[in-house]
């Protein structure tokens, strides 16, 4: 391509940086030189270099934490206040991963059980799986590079990183780090390149590992595609549902609820969608969460009073734009927001009984929109939340354990919140989608352990 790829504002449009695009030749080095480093033992980087490497670089990025989170505010859109907080997390992440390498262990397998398995031995070990070929989204444009590209080098695998087009440069503050921390430059690159480019490295045969972020239609469309034998992860999006039953605290529930509704402008994988209030206070907590949506600071994404940014492209602004309007041609109550915030923003909206069929009641929306719907019966209402192919984190407001232990065991979710909302995470913690929202197992040490595999060493000796 003769023209630079363009970092440009997703709230203004102004030109943040320029880079240049990698093609196929130069993938071709990448994989290439990844292969050589991950065929032979012998190049390994020792563990306590890897584990040194991996602490210089959360210093690294702690000491330049103000300055990373803006440049992720800029290009990525995401609030400056929640910027910082995702930069304190790619700190944790990191350390995180550090700590994790001594988890990284293997097994006695039991033996002289029986006649064969006499004077026998066995113990496993894990070992990087090979090249890592991570693909990742633009929401989290730092972190998630973390939990793609760290736990690569921590197990000890090569990685090759194609950031997000919209948000490279938070991949680039993070991979420069690993750098100055010691890690040779052969063991992460980063590729910056068009979809054909992208698809032949994801689907190339030395590729032991795809890690994917992103949209379930790509994502499913690649793993169709990987070569024999190659492993994965992919994480998709969602439509979160929250039950709130009767008894269900609604005071301390709606801040929750907003700001896991409209963090990020709801561009999160796991942002409260669907909210089923039972009857007798969906009135309350659907006026309840207008009334904080109303609240909310609406622009430029630098600013530090921001709390709700643009969406990443203009195209998605009308898209979100598009669904609502359905949804009010449908029967929905708009009860606030419902129009555009400026080019770039569209302002939080709360809609109430939108239709069970309507798109902000069956697909992602990733904007800022959350949806309210009343019911009469908690098992009905578990049956509409369960009636989608999307199966992430989900939540349920009650103060009956009971009610809490029945409603975690019937939603289809991965993970259930009790009494907070969806989106909440932390680093350490197993992160999954189910069924269209993905495969396999998220996290900093999940990851790791994904990026490892298992073989088994057996003895046989007359004197064991």
């Known amino acids: 391509m003769s023209e630079p790829l363009k970092v440009l504002s997703p709230f203004d449009g102004h030109l943040i940086s ?38 210089k670089t959360a210093n ?34 990191i350390r995180e991963a550090a700590r994790s390498i001594s988890q990284l262990t293997g097994r006695e397998i039991p033996m002289s059980l ?19 070929a991570a693909v990742s989204a633009f929401n989290h444009p730092f972190n998630l590079i973390v939990h793609q590209v760290v736990p690569a080098v921590a197990v000890g695998c090569p990685v090759i990183v194609k950031p997000a087009l919209t948000t490279p440069l938070s991949c680039f503050n993070l991979v420069n780090c690993l750098y100055e921390a010691g890690l ?48 994965c992860t992919l994480e998709h999006g969602g439509a979160a549902p929250v039950i709130m039953d009767a008894d269900a605290d609604v005071e301390d529930a709606l801040p929750l ?3 896991g509704g409209f963090y990020h402008a709801g561009q999160v994988c796991v942002s409260v969608q669907r909210v089923f209030a039972h009857e007798s206070i969906v009135d309350a907590v659907a006026g309840g969460l207008a009334d904080l949506a ?37 029967g929905a109550k708009v009860l606030t927001g419902g129009n555009k915030f400026g080019v770039t923003c569209y302002a939080p909206t709360v809609l109430l009984n939108p239709p069970d069929q309507a798109k902000v009641s069956r697909e992602e929306i990733f904007g ?26 989900a939540a349920v407001f009650t103060k009956n354990i009971d009610t809490a232990l029945d409603s975690a065991k019937r939603l289809h979710a991965a993970a259930v919140m009790v009494n907070d909302h969806t989106a909440f995470r932390v680093d350490w913690m197993p992160f999954a989608g189910r069924n269209t929202s993905g495969l396999g197992v998220g996290g900093i040490l999940p990851t790791m352990l994904e990026m490892t595999e298992e073989k088994m060493i057996v003895f046989r000796s007359p004197g064991i």
């Open 294 to 330: 109303k609240k909310l600071v609406v622009g430029d994404p630098t600013n530090a009073a921001t709390e709700v940014g643009p969406l990443i492209l203009e195209r998605e602004v009308d898209r979100v734009a598009q669904w609502v309007e359905q949804a009010r041609n449908a």
């Open 184 to 231: 040779p430059k052969e063991w992460c690159h980063i590729l910056v390149c068009d979809n054909e480019v992208a698809e032949k490295l994801v689907t190339d045969s030395r590729v032991a590992f795809f890690s994917f972020i992103g949209s379930s239609k790509v994502g499913w469309h690649l793993r169709s595609k990987l070569a024999p034998g190659t492993r």
């Open 60 to 93: 690294l990025v702690d000491a330049k934490a103000e300055e990373f989170a803006r440049q992720a505010a800029e290009e990525g859109g995401k609030p400056l206040i929640d910027s910082r907080v995702e930069l304190e997390r790619a700190v944790q992440g």
């Open 18 to 55: 320029e880079i240049e695009w990698d093609d196929a030749g130069k993938l071709e080095h990448m994989l290439s030189t990844a292969q050589r480093l991950a065929g032979n033992p012998d190049h390994a980087i020792p563990v306590p270099q890897r584990i040194a490497i991996l602490e």
């Open 257 to 259: 609820l907003a700001k």
């Open 114 to 132: 029986t006649a064969s398995s006499m004077n026998r031995m066995a113990y496993t070990r894990r070992e990087p799986i090979g090249v890592v």
């Open 368 to 393: 800022p929109v959350v949806c309210v719907y009343a019911f009469k019966d908690r098992l009905e209402a578990i049956e509409r939340a369960n009636q989608i192919p999307y199966s992430f984190q």
